[in-house]
């Protein structure tokens, strides 16, 4: 029986029993049945948590584009591999086949290679929601170099920091981009990155809204000319199945954003496998994930795995309220949109409209719903299955993380039955464990913990860019031999994960992970800031939002805090992106703090989510004074 494709509960729990009982020939067989490889393994998976190493398919070698493009073409080559829906309406969508998918990205990868690209360099992408985005990403992949996306909204320092700290040796970017009604001049803030980035040489710039821009000799160069030449042959790189694949920065609870390096071959088996059942995608279905291939989401679900499985994969470049409301219900029935996945907080935003805009759209293709990036609220789960999925399409809250590469828990649809904001069963191979705070693992049901998982599967991130410290403490060393994921959880009677969310400083607003500490740092570049505080707190939209805590310098002189307040966003929006504005600034005396000098964000969270009455003891401050003053004053 091939273990692929599950199709009912019961295979699902026996499969599931067998990949955890035999992780190794469960893969192995996975992996041997359903990809291209030019050499096997000599081992399926070497592991220590403790050190940790983690390897899968030790030995094998393999390209994933040739498992994504290459194969398909004899059987495959005219159907739509990617289809591009543009920002607005009126312009084509571009549909292209596997068979010009592989023109386009040989192409690429061969000029990558005229200038000067090898395996192992890294590539700093920068690039809207275009074509040229997921060309650029199988491109590098094509030739063994290390593609690191950078997500387009981020800003010139946020993107230095991500170039400096990976030494990429070439950017790829456009001229700019379009936003819904909005243009943005992305080569700009790709010049002012550069300034304090040396290790970049050259600079690819694909043409989208055709404004003059600078382009400084030596270094930038148009794409069009470039792959108007370049042949549209280019034998892959072989490369083996432990090389890194690509590097993607996430936001930690301090310090530095960390470059999660994702490895080849078990990345692309376990993404594959999952994209395969999470959406039970059937060979000429439309599978739609609205998510930017700047996150891991769309890494994994809206190119690697889609493509790995031969699917048609949807592109979309503009957002969900341009040119208004029904854009997303536009795109599903132009397309007949089979599978869509998208995020609780887009959810939020359009359920907001009513369910007029809606009714102007035919819905009917649509047979899985999926929600990803953080809790999806019980409101906007039962929003999204009446009035989205009709009452007829399941919805799969799935679980996962940029670290662990593809979907974790999750139902799968049509198999799990759904329990609403409940991301239900372990996917296949994955074992998960509830910790308390002694770090005795929870048995049984009902209980709630940390989460953890306590064995490898094949697309867990191998390493931080130029950090191994830093990944072993940070995931592997609050709990012996266990994968730390960062997020609490509970278990029902039934064995279900409901994931409760961040036990740590990291805040996930409209599904972006944000890490209070750079934002702080950020602030209190400000002049006349003191000291800052961030914590979260609930909004309809976002989820969370962000509530700032400040206070200022005493230097004598009266400030307008409104303009305070708009300085200190854009010194934000310039250090980070405009995703990390705080929603709320709270100027404060000063900040609760313990007597060893620690800011009590604990008591700052309870006080910006009106929670006053459970603020526990305070006497033990250094100032408990603030306190009141700061409920006193409370946005
Ligand atoms: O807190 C969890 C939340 O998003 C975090 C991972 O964020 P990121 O690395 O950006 O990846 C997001 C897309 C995979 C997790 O630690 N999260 C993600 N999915 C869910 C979720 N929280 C609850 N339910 C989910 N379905």
Redesign the pocket.
């Known amino acids: 029986m091939s273990n692929y494709h599950i199709k009912h509960l019961e295979e699902y729990y026996q499969v599931y029993r067998k990949s955890v009982r035999e992780p190794e020939s469960f893969w192995e067989e996975i992996a041997e049945e359903h990809f291209l490889w030019r050499k096997k393994w000599d081992a399926v998976l070497d592991w220590d948590f403790s050190k940790p190493e983690i390897s899968w398919f030790k030995g094998a070698k393999l390209n994933i584009t040739e498992n994504c493009i290459d194969r398909h073409l004899t059987t495959r080559g005219n159907k739509t591999a990617i289809l591009f829906e543009p920002n607005h309406p009126d312009e084509v969508a571009e549909h292209i086949s596997y068979n010009e998918l592989y023109k386009r990205v040989n192409k690429f990868a061969n000029v990558l290679k005229e200038q000067g690209i090898k395996k192992g360099d890294r590539v700093c992408i920068y690039v809207p929601m275009i074509p040229e985005l997921a060309i650029s990403v199988l491109a590098c992949a094509r030739i063994g170099a290390i593609h690191s996306v950078v997500f387009a909204g981020f800003s010139a320092a946020a993107l230095a920091t991500r170039i400096n700290d990976s030494d990429c040796k070439m950017v790829i970017t456009s001229d700019g981009s379009y936003r819904g009604s909005k243009t943005i001049d992305l080569k700009g803030i790709v010049d002012e990155a550069l300034e304090s980035c040396s290790c970049v040489e050259t600079v690819l710039v694909a043409k989208r809204i055709k404004t003059e821009i600078y382009m400084k000799a030596g270094r930038d160069q148009w794409l069009a000319p470039l792959l108007a030449k370049a042949s549209d042959v280019c034998a892959p790189e072989i490369m083996d199945a432990e090389d890194p694949l690509f590097i993607l920065y996430?936001?930690g609870s301090t310090g530095m954003p960390k470059g999660m390096v994702h490895t080849t071959a078990g990345y692309m088996v376990y993404t594959a496998y999952t994209f395969k059942n999470a959406f039970q995608y059937k060979e000429n279905d439309v599978y739609w994930c609205t998510?930017d291939i700047g996150?891991?989401?769309g890494h994994?679900y809206i190119v690697y795995g889609p493509l790995a499985n031969g699917a048609t994969t949807v592109m979309f470049e503009g957002v969900p309220s341009y040119p208004d409301y029904g854009r997303f219900w536009d795109i599903v029935q132009k397309h007949k949109v089979n599978q869509f996945y998208t995020?609780?907080t887009a959810i939020r935003a359009l359920a907001k409209q009513g369910t007029d805009v809606i009714d102007h759209y035919d819905l009917s293709s649509l047979k899985v719903l999926g929600?990803?990036?953080?809790?999806?609220n019980e409101e906007a789960w039962h929003w999204y299955n009446e009035n989205i999925g009709k009452k007829k399409s399941p919805i799969i809250?799935?679980?996962?993380?940029?670290?662990?590469g593809g979907?974790m828990?999750?139902p799968i649809p049509y198999v799990t039955p759904t329990k609403p904001t409940y991301?239900t069963l372990p996917f296949i191979g994955i074992q998960p464990a509830l910790m308390d705070e002694n770090g005795n693992e929870l048995k049984g049901n009902q209980v709630e913990g940390r989460l953890c998982i306590k064995f490898p599967w094949p697309s867990i991130a191998r390493t931080i860019w130029g950090n191994h410290q830093r990944y072993k403490e940070t995931y592997f060393s609050a709990f012996d031999n266990k994968y730390f994921?960062?997020?609490g959880a509970l278990r029902d009677e039934v064995g279900y994960y409901r994931?409760?969310?961040?036990v740590d400083d990291?805040i996930?607003v409209s599904?972006?992970?944000l890490g209070t500490a750079p934002i702080e740092d950020a602030i209190n570049e400000h002049p006349a800031v003191a000291e800052s505080a961030i914590v979260g707190f609930p909004h309809d939209i976002k989820g969370s939002a962000l509530y700032g805590y400040i206070t200022l310098k005493d230097t004598g002189e009266t400030r307008n805090h409104d303009n305070l307040r708009t300085e200190i966003n854009q010194l934000i929006t310039d250090r980070i992106g405009p995703i990390a504005k705080l929603d709320k600034m709270q100027f404060t005396h000063g900040l609760p703090k313990t007597r060893s000098g620690k800011i009590m964000r604990r008591i700052l969270r309870k006080i910006a989510c009106n929670e006053t009455d459970s603020l526990g003891d305070t006497s033990t401050l250094l100032n408990q004074e603030v306190v009141q003053d700061i409920i006193d004053n409370v946005l």
């Open positions: 996430t936001s998510a996150w891991i989401t994994s995020a609780p929600s990803v990036g953080e809790p999806i809250d799935s679980w996962w993380q940029t670290e662990t979907i828990i999750s991301a994921t960062g997020d994931i409760t969310g961040r990291v996930i599904g972006h992970n």
